[in-house]
């Protein structure tokens, strides 16, 4: 008998009524393909794409004001990065931007009368007058479809040969792989900072504390009411957003205009590893590192930053308020009454918090207490505070500008004085004409006889603060002078003076701060100190020597005997034997023809002429290596000549790189006839490092570019703790080696004494031992273009008192640096084609004590004592009725509101 069918599991019909109402059917499809189709028409209805202005960098946070600089400022004569920032609204697109740049309206008094064509001529010669020569920048853009994309470029911002400018516009446009069609970018307007000003960049998410710092007197030095011009600021200060990517640069050859960096609380690792590497080279070439407190001190993780604090953390403790009151009386102003007030705030508050842990070895306290400490890395310093430099009580310190003024930024101290002239009385920046008119006698006689004051560093008299007074950082090729050269039939040069310096013979007394001016130090009248300069003293020294040797090397004699007598013996006798051998002497005169053309051409080739299409590249290169670090700033000059046109390429193996064509009149109308009038191109992104392409070279004709980079050497050069040994711990191989140094002393008194040392091998310590230096001379066996350099370098009377120096040269390419092919290349830079013929040679200056930090010393007085004391009562009066009105009693409060 058949067993009846087993009726369904109960569970698995219960599992597929579950499922029913996920199945959507028909309709469901059809409501998710309307959904896209909607999107799709929405998508289509935006523009293709989206552009934002490019920013420049540093960039500042929105809130944090702009100075209506809405798309950033630069500083002219030095190089920046800028964010692009586009988007493709309908499909992914594949392609590159190019941005070029344009001076616009140069700053004249008189540019409202200007009739348009004689503007444009102004920017024309402007341009004309620039440092190098106008490039374009390319880079790679990919844009996924609806995915807003920030691509960086780089540029040169122009200083147009001293004249000063109101600002820079950046235009450009994306060009697309695939359909080959041009974009414009959407124009960018940015702000030209001012010669003494520079960038004061600050790290931090708390970007409303900082108020305090934007309104110091400082940033802007106090100014009489006459003051109608743009403002003379000291520094820019900028706080960049933190959402994404910072807006920083990635080398330091971007970070020329930055003077100073304040560190809060944002976390290291919210920068890249290249910024990072790039504070790191900026601070040993003369940056101002500020490390704000715990916050600051517990942000820096990164192990090579972490390394050069002045504070070897170990945690958090509570303040002493015996050593915050030692502190602040070390740095007090002598006029200055609050310090009574701040005295009983902390002894009755203990949970301000401090940096706990010992200071380095070779830190040093700024004033008493213990609180604040420094530590000199190279040429730099690094500021580190065990509090918040912004705490309530530091902030409500009268002397706190001050304070901030002589020893964070190690500026001179600074004097209010009254101005009685009638001019500095009228309040041209409050009033037009118009609106004077308005006012009645009895006001305007109030504002004529208010007293005005102005702020002014001590012994100095210039209207501007001199830009190496707020900048400290240097690079020798840009900002140093020489000594005069060794074919000048006069005597060693004495220092410079200058316009601030006190009659011949007269003596500094120690509140005359003068000598703050490095007589060393070149400033330029647009760029400041750190910017790009083609016009320097050691660039113009290599322009001069390879001017002078630029072509093709003519073969020596004796090449000319051996390869004559080798081409005979083949052609005569040898081949004469062969085909007698060979019984086939007819062939012999058959063979001749053969025989001749291969000897030409080896004859060519051992000549290095390459049969007429002969290329030749002369190199002159400094190397400046700062004290106790491995990486140095290697500039170059090198000329290319041709005997037959080409067009070069200058290729970089690392970012760290910047790289501009020297003009020179004649040969660039020959390049520009020949080869049109496409320019020079930079191209970022392609590969590892920059490369600029487009080096257009005629025929017998030259073409000279000035390179510069940061570049690792292994190691540092050092000295001895007892100053008497030298350390060659770099991979370089020195020969011609001079050790440089003048004691510590006032600049007339104090000599210039040399070591010669011959060759220093990587490794090797040798000893030292001084002579004067009139008796030094740089061999003359050395090349001539590097011995004209180094002996201007040996007889210059600009060597800072206290400071010591070691001066070489390379007898050989590092190790690691060598390039099988061409030998004397280094530092990661490849040009192409490459030469048949190459002489280079690279100086080598490494610095091994920098010259003594000034002692800081307080204001003399403050901007309070030129306040009339009426208006001090006044304050008083409305401080106290602000407290009244926050009482109980209404009645009260009423009554105070009415008060006038």
């Known amino acids: 008998m058949m067993k009846p069918a087993s009726l369904p599991n109960p569970w698995l019909w219960f599992a597929w009524l579950m499922l029913v109402p996920l199945l959507a059917g028909c309709d469901g499809c059809r409501q998710t393909e309307d959904i896209d189709l909607k999107d799709e028409v929405e998508q289509q209805k935006l523009p293709p794409f ?3 202005s490019a920013k420049a960098f540093p960039a500042t946070r929105p809130d944090a004001g702009t100075k209506g600089a809405t798309d950033g400022a630069i500083k002219p004569g030095h190089w920046f990065a800028a964010g692009v920032a586009l988007k493709s609204n309908r499909e992914d697109e594949r392609g590159v931007i190019q941005t070029e740049t344009k001076l616009t309206r140069p700053v004249d008094a008189f540019a409202d009368t200007l009739e348009q064509a004689e503007i444009e001529q102004s920017l024309e010669d402007a341009a004309a007058r620039t440092v190098g020569k106008p490039f374009r920048v390319r880079r790679p853009a990919v844009l996924p479809r609806g995915q807003r994309r920030e691509l960086e470029t780089r540029a040169l911002a122009p200083e147009a040969g001293g004249k000063v400018l109101a600002g ?18 959407r124009s960018s307007t940015f702000a030209a900072l001012p010669t003494q000003s520079f960038f004061f960049v600050v790290l931090t998410e708390r970007s409303e504390r900082f108020t305090r710092l934007q309104t110091s007197d400082w940033v802007e030095p106090l100014r009489a009411i006459d003051e109608y011009y743009r403002p003379r600021e000291n520094y820019r200060i900028v706080i960049p957003p933190t959402q994404g990517v910072l807006p920083l640069s990635e080398t330091m050859l971007d970070w020329t205009s930055t003077a100073v960096l304040f560190w809060d609380d944002l976390t290291s690792s919210a920068l890249t590893p290249g910024q990072r590497n790039a504070i790191v080279d900026w601070v040993h070439f003369g940056g101002i590192l500020i490390v704000n407190g715990p916050p600051g001190t517990d942000a820096i993780e990164d192990a090579n930053l972490k390394s050069l604090l002045p504070i070897q953390s170990d945690g958090n403790e509570e303040i002493n308020s015996d050593n915050a009151i030692a502190f602040l009386k070390s740095h007090q102003v002598r006029t200055d009454e609050s310090l009574p007030a701040i005295q009983a705030r902390l002894t009755g508050d203990n949970s301000t918090v401090a940096v706990a842990g010992q200071p380095a070895s070779d830190a040093t306290s700024l004033g008493d207490g213990d609180l604040v400490y420094q530590r000199r890395i190279g040429r730099g310093r690094i500021v580190q505070s065990r509090v918040d430099l912004l705490s309530e009580w530091m902030t409500a310190w009268k002397s706190y500008d001050s304070f901030f003024n ?3 930024l190690a500026r001179p101290p600074r004097r209010c004085q009254t101005v009685n002239s009638y001019q500095s009385m009228v309040p041209r920046p409050f009033l037009s004409e118009d609106e004077i008119d308005t006012v009645s ?9 208010q007293p005005s004051f102005e702020q002014k560093l001590v012994g100095m008299t210039l209207e501007d603060v001199p830009p190496s007074i707020n900048s400290s950082f240097r690079l020798f090729t840009r900002d140093m002078r020489l000594g005069t050269s060794p074919s000048t039939p006069t005597a060693s040069p004495a220092p410079a003076t200058s316009v601030n310096d006190p009659p011949r013979g007269s003596v500094r007394s120690p509140r005359d701060y003068r000598n703050r001016l490095e007589s060393e130090t070149l400033l330029h009248p647009v760029s400041g100190v750190g910017g790009w300069k083609d016009d320097s003293p050691v660039l113009t020294s290599f322009r001069n020597s390879l001017q002078e040797r630029i072509g093709v090397t003519i073969p020596d004699s004796s090449l000319v005997v051996k390869s004559l007598l080798i081409y005979l013996i083949v052609l005569i006798p040898l081949n004469y034997a062969v085909f007698r051998w060979m019984g086939r002497l007819e062939w012999a005169w058959l063979a001749m023809i053969p025989i001749a053309l291969v000897g030409a051409f080896l004859v060519a080739r051992a000549a290095q002429l390459d049969m007429g299409f002969a290329r030749s590249r002369n ?12 990486r140095g700033h290697l500039t170059r000059a090198i000329a290319l000549y041709n005997s037959l046109a080409s067009n070069y390429s200058v290729q970089f193996e690392n970012p760290d790189a910047a790289i501009t064509m020297l003009t020179t009149r004649r040969t660039d109308s020959r390049n520009a006839n020949l080869f049109g009038s496409d320019g020079l191109t930079l191209q970022l992104g392609f590969d590892a490092g920059p490369r600029l392409d487009g080096i257009a070279v005629g025929s017998n004709s030259f073409a000279a570019v000035h390179t510069e980079q940061m570049v690792s050497v292994g190691g540092p050069l050092s000295l001895s703790e007892d100053g008497g040994t030298l350390r060659n711990d770099s991979n370089l191989d020195l020969t011609d080696v001079y050790v440089i140094r003048r004691p510590s002393g006032d600049d007339a008194t104090s000599n210039v004494e040399i070591a010669v040392l011959g060759g220093v091998a990587p490794g090797e310590s040798p000893s030292l031992s001084y002579q004067p230096a009139e008796q030094i001379r740089v061999s003359s066996e050395v090349d001539s273009g590097i011995r004209l350099c180094m002996q201007r370098i040996l007889t210059s009377s600009f060597v800072p008192p206290g400071s010591t120096r070691l001066l070489g040269r390379l007898a050989s390419v590092p190790p690691d640096q060598a390039d099988a092919d061409e030998s004397s290349a280094w530092g990661g830079l490849e040009i192409s084609p490459k030469c048949s013929q190459v002489n280079a040679g690279t100086i080598v200056l490494a610095h091994l004590e920098y010259s003594p930090l000034h002692t800081p010393q307080p204001d003399e007085n403050l901007a309070d004592d030129f306040r009339p004391r009426t208006t001090k009562l006044e304050e008083e009066k409305r401080a106290s009725e602000q407290e009244r009105s926050k009482s109980p009693n209404t009645e009260e409060s009423d009554t105070s509101k009415e008060t006038p």
């Not at 820079?168 to 970018?185: A, E, H, K, N, T």
């Not at 006698?441 to 006889?449: G, I, Q």
């Not at 190199?619 to 670090?629: D, G, K, M, S, T």
């Open 50 to 52: 989206t552009f934002s």
């Open 406 to 408: 002589s020893a964070v």
């Open 619 to 630: 190199e002159l290169a400094f190397l400046e290596i700062p004290r106790e670090h491995d």
């Open 168 to 185: 820079l516009q950046l235009d450009g446009d994306f060009i697309s792989s695939q359909s080959g069609s041009s974009v414009p970018l």
């Open 441 to 449: 006698e009895e006001e305007m006689a109030a504002v004529l006889n």
